[in-house]
């Protein structure tokens, strides 16, 4: 072939490789710019809160002394752009440590799950995640995949839905964005685009259902991976095996 031919060929690939990064840089400014708006509107709305007088919050103010000033972690907590693209520096872009987070809620297995209920779990990914038993050993099951932040993601969206005061919802909500939507995070979950800007627009004012499409999109995610490799997995053959020799 001549050799204008290959040097048309490269042209056109360097052109697209050229157009497709101008397309990222520029979706990447955009979502910038939208968490920073984002922030301000939080930012105001949390002021406007804490600026609300309430009898307990009266009562611990005449308490505390008067020159009693907010430490610096307290200041660090609620600073937070919700940003994604490691465009700026904020508590949400802060990776904490193991021994900074909160120990996760043991589960109380109760009485040890019966035959029929163990190979209940194999009809149904529902079946399996609404028994404590069952939670537990799919829990073990992916953290020996290195995956069990999907649970853990799934189980903290659980507990925010159960919550009705505002200032634990907000709190919540931003230890969830820290330790499972922020790209710095180790225990980062796999989200697409959409679902991360619908994030960013639920966290200017969090509530109960903030990340509902995102619990969604992972419980899905294991329904559809996680849960087959689990029931075909040597974990849940010795289960049935093991209550099988005790009948």
């Known amino acids: 072939m001549p050799v204008a031919w290959y040097l048309l060929v490269i042209r056109t690939i360097a052109d697209i490789l050229s157009q497709l990064t101008e397309d990222f840089v520029g979706q990447i400014m955009s979502t910038r710019q939208s968490n920073q708006e984002n922030s301000s509107i939080f930012d105001s709305n949390r002021s406007r809160r804490q600026q609300q007088p309430t009898p ?27 940003c994604w693209c490691c465009c700026c520096s904020c508590s949400c872009l802060t990776v904490r440590t193991d021994e900074s987070r909160q120990p996760a809620e043991p589960i109380d297995l109760g009485e040890p799950p019966s035959i029929e209920e163990v190979k209940s779990w194999a009809e149904s990914f529902d079946k399996l995640m609404m028994s404590p038993a069952g939670r537990h050993y799919f829990r073990d099951f992916l953290r020996s995949e290195y995956s069990e932040e999907n649970f853990l993601f799934w189980m903290s969206c659980e507990s925010l839905k159960n919550e009705q005061n505002p200032d634990i919802i907000e709190e919540k909500a931003r230890l969830i964005y820290e330790d499972y939507i922020s790209i710095l995070s180790p225990k980062e979950v796999s989200l697409d685009s959409r679902v991360r800007e619908v994030i960013n627009k639920n966290m200017v004012e969090p509530s109960p259902h903030t990340f509902d499409e995102a619990q969604l999109q992972i419980y899905t995610l294991m329904h ?4 087959p490799r689990f029931i075909n997995s040597q974990m849940y053959r010795r289960l049935i095996q093991s209550d099988d020799e005790k009948t």
Not at 62 to 71: A, D, V
Not at 224 to 227: L, N
């Open 56 to 82: 307990s919050n009266q009562a611990q103010q005449q308490q505390e002394p008067l020159n009693s000033s907010p430490s610096h972690s307290d200041q660090d907590s609620k600073a937070c752009c919700f």
């Open 224 to 227: 559809r991976d996680s849960y």
